[in-house]
């Protein structure tokens, strides 16, 4: 079986990953490296997150909305001011994103491999233009 054509852009791509749920962060792990990415991170602390935000090199990041009880807010516009693609990851859905950041892709937990797959694909694309 060979790989489909929108899969190659997952290949080395490189993907923060903030979350503070242990179980979730291996899980979104174990995902990333099927589909290929280089994981950088986790951070599970929204000041390693903002860290790792304005002095890592990624591609896209997956952003847990609320990290250890702290809004992921600031680590959201440092990466939009990077002009970098960002995921919000969140059991809550889109509704619950506040502006500026309504227009960015969201993943609702708990989300499948395909669904995480897609939203990954479609974020790099859009940001690649």
Do not use: H, W
Not at 19 to 37: T, V
Not at 56 to 77: R, T
């Amino acid at each position: 079986m060979t790989a489909e054509p929108n899969e190659d852009i997952l290949q080395g791509a490189r993907v923060l990953v903030v979350e503070d749920e242990a179980a979730i962060s291996m899980l979104l792990e174990d995902m990333l490296l099927d589909f290929g990415c280089d994981v950088v991170g986790p951070a599970a602390r929204l000041a390693t997150a903002l860290e790792m935000a304005e002095g890592e090199s990624f591609d896209v990041a997956i952003l847990d909305v609320n990290v250890a009880g702290e809004p992921i807010y600031p680590v959201a516009e440092t990466i939009a001011k990077r002009a970098l693609p960002l995921i919000f990851s969140t059991g809550y859905g889109g509704a619950g994103i506040r502006e500026p950041f309504r227009d960015r892709p969201v993943v609702q937990k708990p989300f499948s491999q395909a669904d995480l797959k897609r939203t990954l694909i479609s974020a790099i694309r859009t940001a690649r233009g």
